[in-house]
C-alpha cells in the first residue's frame, strides 16, 4: 500500500480504527478473531493502528484499555513496523491534584503498558477539556516528545483557533476530526490550515458509521447493547430515508469503477486531499479488508470533478458536526 505522512510519522494512506473490536457496534467479537482482523490488516499493508484508553465494553471505566490490550497483543510480532495511535481524555479532578504533565504521564505509562510497547507513536488528547488551557496539553506533549515516551501528538475534533494556540507551543502532528461525504465541515477551514502546517488530517467515520456503504437502510436493526449507530443523527430511520440519493449516487460511481461504495467514500477523499489518512473501523474482517482495498482504486480528475459535482447537488440530513469538547457532544461518550 502507498505511505503519506502525517507530520513526521509514515504510515499507510489507510489506517484502521479499531475502536469497533470493543466498543460501538454492538456485541464485540471474541478477542482472538480481533487479533486475527488486526493481522490480517496488517498483511493487506495497513501500518497504521488506532485506539483510545476509553475503548472498552460500553466505556464502562472498569474496561478502560480492552482496545489497547488487544491492539497490543496483535501488532507484538511486527511492533516496529508499524504505527500506533492512542489517545486519552484529561479529568478536570487529576489535573487539578497532579497538574497537566504528571496527568499526561500517568495515563500514558498505563496505555505503554497495555500496548506492549515503550513508546507510542501518536498521542492525541481525546477531546479538549475546556478547564485546561490547550496551550498546557502542548508542552506537556512536547516533555513527553523530548523523554521519547511518544513521537508525536494530535488533538480530536478541534477547530483551527484549538489546533493553531497548540500548534504554536509544541508542533501538532496529526488531527482527528469526523470527516466524510456527508460530514464535510472540515474542508472549510481545518484541511487547508492543516495542509498549510504539515499537519497530518486523520478522519474517523469516513464511511459515516456505514451509511455511505449502503449497507444500511431503514429497514436494519441495530443490537440494543453498546451500538452507538443508533444515536447518530444521519441514521435515524428519517434522515435515512432522506440521504438516499446520496446512497443511490455512490452506488452508481461504484457500479462504474468496479468498486464498492465504501471505497468509492475513501477513495475520494484520498484524491482530494494529500495529507489525510482516513481511519475506517468495523468489527467485521471481511468489511476491513474491503476498506483497505480502497487503497486500489483510484479516480481521475474528472471522475473526482464528476463526483464532487453531484454531491454538491444533493442534500445532507442530518449533522454531527466536528468541534466537540469533554462534556459538549451529541454523541456523549461514543469515541
Request: with cysteine; charged share 20%.
Amino acid at each position: 500500500m502507498r505511505t503519506r505522512h502525517l507530520g513526521t510519522l509514515e504510515v499507510s494512506e489507510i489506517g484502521m480504527g479499531c475502536m469497533g473490536l470493543s466498543h460501538g457496534y454492538g456485541h464485540i467479537p471474541p478477542e482472538t478473531e480481533s487479533v486475527a482482523a488486526i493481522r490480517a490488516a496488517h498483511d493487506a499493508g495497513c501500518t497504521f493502528f488506532d485506539t483510545a484508553e476509553a475503548y472498552g465494553p460500553n466505556l464502562d471505566p472498569a474496561n478502560r484499555g480492552h482496545n489497547e490490550h488487544i491492539v497490543g497483543k496483535a501488532v507484538a510480532p511486527f511492533r516496529d513496523d508499524v504505527v500506533l495511535a492512542t489517545k486519552l481524555h484529561l479529568p478536570t479532578e487529576e489535573v487539578r491534584a497532579d497538574g497537566v504533565v504528571a496527568t499526561l504521564r500517568h495515563h500514558l505509562v498505563a496505555s505503554l503498558a497495555r500496548l506492549g510497547t515503550d513508546c507510542v507513536d501518536l498521542y492525541y488528547l481525546h477531546r479538549v477539556n475546556p478547564e485546561v488551557p490547550v496551550e498546557e496539553v502542548a508542552d506537556g506533549m512536547g516533555r513527553l516528545i523530548q523523554e521519547g515516551l511518544i513521537r508525536g501528538w494530535g488533538l480530536s475534533q478541534v477547530d483551527v483557533p484549538v489546533i493553531r494556540a497548540a500548534h504554536e507551543v509544541t508542533p501538532v502532528t496529526a488531527v482527528q476530526n469526523i470527516y466524510s461525504m456527508v460530514e464535510r465541515g472540515i474542508e472549510a477551514e481545518v484541511l487547508p490550515y492543516c495542509a498549510e502546517q504539515g499537519i497530518g488530517v486523520v478522519p474517523f467515520s469516513p464511511i459515516a458509521s456505514g451509511l455511505l456503504s449502503g449497507k444500511v437502510t431503514t429497514a436494519t436493526q441495530f443490537e440494543t447493547h453498546d451500538d452507538v449507530r443508533s444515536l447518530v443523527p444521519q441514521l435515524r430511520p428519517e434522515n435515512l430515508a432522506a440521504n438516499r440519493p446520496i446512497v443511490d449516487l455512490l452506488a452508481r460511481f461504484a457500479a462504474d469503477k468496479g468498486a464498492t461504495s465504501a471505497q468509492i467514500s475513501l477513495a475520494w477523499m484520498l484524491a482530494k486531499w494529500p495529507h489525510v489518512v482516513p481511519i475506517p473501523g468495523s468489527k467485521r474482517k471481511e468489511r476491513i479488508l474491503e476498506n483497505l482495498g480502497a487503497a486500489d482504486v483510484s479516480l481521475t480528475g474528472a471522475e473526482l470533478d464528476r463526483l464532487e459535482a453531484a454531491l454538491d447537488a444533493v442534500e445532507v440530513h442530518g449533522h454531527r458536526g466536528f468541534d466537540e469538547s469533554e462534556g459538549r457532544s451529541f454523541l456523549r461518550g461514543s469515541r
